[in-house]
């Protein structure tokens, strides 16, 4: 007899006549533990964004879908800018008041993710990209190797420096594939 395992990336490698879930299954099906593991680690969506001025609007006004969004080199300052992800997830809220966490309410806003989000695709009908950890046994070396993670690239802490003084960056619109 064999351990089952309930983890979602074992649960895809072990059911190989199955679909894995997130093929399967529409992310307003999935539960917890498969929505997690869906995040890819990139920190991508912890870069600050600027958005461009408008005179219709005020300074903090939301992004509009077909707006530009310009990432730039600065990060949250929680996120680990060597290994990913973020360095106090637990308590990140004392920290950053404002740090969002995706949920399947959020969907309608997904624009505002990078493109090579694994929500954000396949939100837009796409697969995962082909780097993606949950195809490689949770590995993050491919998604590195093909740059698509914010430790593969120079970034600085928003304690650092103001993200209107930061660069900004184009690899973050990329998906790699
Ligand atoms: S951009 Fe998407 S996949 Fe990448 S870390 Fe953020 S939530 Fe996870």
Redesign the pocket.
Known sequence: MRKASNSPQQQHQGLATQEPFWQRLALTEMNAEQWEA?????????LHKLLDERDDLPADAPMELGEDLHYTNVACQLLDLKNGGCSNYANRHQYVPDCVQ?SVGDLGAIHF??P?????RLYEGKGLPNWHPLLHNGSRVPMETAGMAVTSHSCVHDTQLAPEDGLIVRWPLFSGE
């Open positions: 869906l995040c890819d680690g990139c920190g991508k969506c912890c995706l993710m990078p090579s989000c694994a929500y954000r």
